[in-house]
C-alpha cells in the first residue's frame, strides 16, 4: 500500500467542438462547471490525445494509453474487447469476433445488418452457447442491443480470418477466410463456416423469429462477425504499477478492460452506462472501498451516448451532473485526483474525432498553474502542455512520489 491514493476519472466522450447553436461554445464551455473550474485552479492541466495526435480513438485503444499500456503494441482488435464487455474471460488461444444479430434472405444477402436494430439477443446467445464443432467450443454472451460477440475455444485456433460481416447491405455474406496459408488458419475457418451454417438453420427455426416476421419485424438468423483477434496478453495493473486497483463504472466495456488488467470490478447499483447513471452512488462506491484499494479508476458514459446522438443539450446538462459528481470527489484530500476524457465526440459530427482532450491532475503538492475554466480551450492553457495518454500515468505515479530515478 502506497500513501497516497489516485482516483482516475474518465469522461467518455467528453471533448467536443463548438456548436454554432451554443454561440460557438462546446458543450464543456456551455455548461456551468464550477467544481471542474476549481479543480484546474488547484491543479495541472494541459490538452491530450490519447493515441496521438490526429488520431480518432475508440475508447478501448484510448482507455490502453491512459493506463499505459501502448496500444500500438497491446492492441489485438475489437473482438476481445466486445468480448471481455458480455463478461466473457478469455483463455490463452482463444479467439474473440465482435459480431451483430443480422437479417440474410434465402441467397444469405444481408437485408439488415442490425436485424431491425433488435433490442434484445440472449435468446439467440443461449440457443448457440457452448455448442461443440470439430472439437471447437463455441461462447456467446449478448451484449447491448443487437450486439452478439462470439469466441472460439480450442486447440490450433487463427484470428487470421477475414470477416464475415461485408459491412453494407444487400450483398451475400463472406465466407470466413484464412488470411494466411497456415493449418490453423485453414482449419478456424473450416470449423467457423460450420458453425455459421448450423447457428443460421437453428435460428431461422427460432419461434421469435416466426413472432417477428408476425410482426413484420426483419428475422435475425444470422451472426455477422467482424474483427478477429486473440487475447491481448496485457501485463497486470498491479504487476506493472504495484498498486492495487479497483474500476468503478456501469458499461461493459469499460469493466471489460479493467478485468483484463486484473483491476477489482464493482457491481454498483444505479450505474447504467447512460445519461440516468447514478453517479452519487460511484461516488458512495468509493468512499467505502477507498481504504483497501490504492488507485481507483472510476468511468462515466454518459457524454459520448449524448454526442453519438448530437444531443448538444443534453450533453450540457450531463456534464452539469458529472461536474456535482467531481465536487464530492474533493472529500478525498490526500489523493491524486485525475479528470480527462478517452477521446472527444464532437455532437456536430456525432462520432469520435481526433480532437485533443481536456486534463487536469490535482494533488495538494502540485505545481498549479493558472487555468482558471476547465474545458477545451481552458485547459490548454495549462502547465502539462500538450501531452498523450501514455504521459499520464507516468506523471501521477510521480505525484504519487512513487517513481524510479532514471539516472544516478
Ligand atoms: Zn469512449
Ligand atoms: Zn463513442
Same mark, same amino acid.
Given at each position: ?14 471533448? %467536443? ?8 461554445? #462546446? ?21 491530450? +490525445? ?5 488520431? $480518432? ?5 484510448? &482507455? ?13 482488435? $475489437? ?23 443480422? #437479417? ?16 434484445? !439477443? ?11 464443432? %470439430? ?11 443487437? $450486439? ?21 447491405? @444487400?450483398? =451475400? ?14 482449419? #478456424? ?10 447457428? &443460421? ?14 410482426? @413484420? ?29 479497483? /474500476?468503478?463504472? @456501469? ?31 460511484? !461516488? ?9 484499494? %490504492? ?17 448538444? +443539450?443534453? =450533453? ?6 458529472? %461536474? ?41 503538492? !502540485? ?11 481552458? /485547459?490548454?492553457?495549462? $502547465? ?25
Amino acid at each position: 500500500m502506497s500513501a497516497k491514493k489516485v482516483i482516475f476519472v474518465v469522461a467518455d466522450g467528453m471533448g %467536443d467542438r463548438p456548436i454554432p447553436q451554443l454561440n460557438r461554445k #462546446t458543450p464543456l464551455e456551455a455548461a456551468s462547471t464550477p467544481n471542474l473550474d476549481q479543480l484546474a485552479k488547484d491543479g495541472i492541466s494541459g490538452a491530450m +490525445n490519447t493515441v496521438d495526435i490526429g488520431v $480518432r480513438p475508440g475508447s478501448d485503444t484510448a &482507455h490502453l494509453a491512459l493506463f499505459g499500456y501502448d496500444p500500438n503494441v497491446y492492441y489485438t482488435g $475489437r473482438g476481445p474487447f466486445e468480448a471481455a464487455a458480455v463478461g466473457i474471460e478469455m483463455q490463452e488461444g482463444d479467439v474473440a469476433w465482435r459480431g451483430n444479430m443480422g #437479417t440474410v434472405d434465402s441467397d444469405l444477402v444481408i437485408k439488415d445488418r442490425r436485424a431491425g436494430r433488435i433490442t434484445d !439477443v440472449t435468446p439467440f446467445a443461449e440457443e448457440m452457447d457452448g455448442t461443440i464443432i %470439430d472439437g471447437i467450443e463455441f461462447i456467446l454472451k449478448p451484449g447491448s442491443g443487437y $450486439r452478439l460477440p462470439l469466441v472460439m475455444r480450442g486447440k490450433g485456433l487463427s484470428d487470421q480470418i477475414s470477416d464475415v460481416d461485408t459491412h453494407v447491405a @444487400g450483398v =451475400k455474406v463472406h465466407e470466413p477466410e484464412p488470411l494466411d496459408d497456415s493449418d490453423e488458419a485453414e482449419f #478456424t475457418a473450416k470449423v467457423l463456416k460450420k458453425f455459421l451454417e448450423r447457428s &443460421h438453420e437453428v435460428f431461422k427455426k427460432m419461434k421469435i423469429n416466426k413472432k417477428r416476421a408476425e410482426k @413484420g419485424e426483419p428475422e435475425a438468423n444470422y451472426l455477422l462477425i467482424r474483427g478477429a483477434g486473440f487475447k491481448p496478453s496485457l501485463p497486470d495493473f498491479k504487476a506493472k504499477y504495484h498498486l492495487d486497483a479497483a /474500476c468503478i463504472a @456501469g458499461a461493459g466495456m469499460y469493466k471489460g478492460i479493467a478485468r483484463m488488467l486484473g483491476m477489482t470490478v464493482f457491481d454498483i447499483p444505479g450505474a447504467t452506462g447512460k445519461g440516468d447513471s447514478d453517479l452519487h452512488a460511484k !461516488v458512495e462506491k468509493l468512499k467505502e472501498a477507498y481504504d483497501e484499494y %490504492d488507485f481507483f479508476f472510476v468511468h462515466v458514459k454518459g457524454a459520448d451516448p449524448l454526442s453519438h446522438d448530437e444531443d448538444y +443539450n443534453g =450533453k450540457v446538462k450531463f456534464l452539469e451532473k458529472f %461536474d456535482k459528481m467531481v465536487g464530492e470527489l474533493r472529500q478525498f484530500e490526500d489523493a491524486v485526483i485525475v479528470v480527462t476524457a478517452d477521446h472527444s465526440t464532437p455532437c456536430t459530427l456525432g462520432e469520435h474525432s481526433a480532437d485533443d482532450v481536456p486534463i487536469t491532475i490535482y494533488s495538494a503538492e !502540485v505545481r498549479d498553474d493558472d487555468v482558471e475554466y476547465f474545458n477545451e480551450r481552458g /485547459c490548454a492553457k495549462g $502547465r502539462l502542455g500538450h501531452i498523450t495518454g501514455m504521459h499520464v500515468m507516468p506523471i501521477v505515479i510521480d505525484l504519487m512520489g512513487l517513481a524510479s530515478m532514471f539516472g544516478a
